[in-house]
């Protein structure tokens, strides 16, 4: 089961609410798709600046793999206020611990509304579907 303190999006991205900000990153299921369960596989990220403003449901990076190119897109609006670079040159950060070490961008909401998003239960029945 993935965490239950925070929300998913059907694009297999989190948020976790941090205090007046919120953390932004990709689920296990993502990583593993991009990269068959070999770190290696993940070749590039391309992250925001700081200052950024992004709405809901738009793309803010992505991430390419020996397999795939895919969009990153942010679950909330608001401002990007921090980027964690580190995974820009350190992609096995995102097979080793997507959940922590593995956030992507922090956010100064809009909103903390996050009733538009699946709980970790509808996230487990979301990938579990045939697609």
């Known amino acids: 089961m993935r965490p239950n303190d925070r929300k998913y999006t059907e694009t297999h991205e989190w948020v976790k609410i941090d205090g007046d900000t919120m953390l932004i ?52 609006a608001g401002e990007v206020i921090e980027t964690n670079t580190a995974i820009e040159d350190h992609l096995e950060v995102l097979s080793k611990d997507p959940w922590n070490a593995g956030w992507m961008i922090r956010i100064k909401p809009n909103s903390k509304n996050l009733d538009h998003l699946m709980s970790a239960e509808q996230y487990e029945k979301h990938i579990s579907q045939p697609h």
């Open 25 to 76: 990153g990709i689920t296990d299921f993502a990583v593993n798709e991009l990269s068959n369960g070999n770190a290696d596989d993940l070749v590039y990220c391309d992250l925001p600046e700081a200052g950024r403003m992004v709405e809901a449901g738009e793309t803010f990076g992505e991430i390419e793999s020996v397999k795939a190119v895919s969009d990153l897109n942010s679950p909330v």
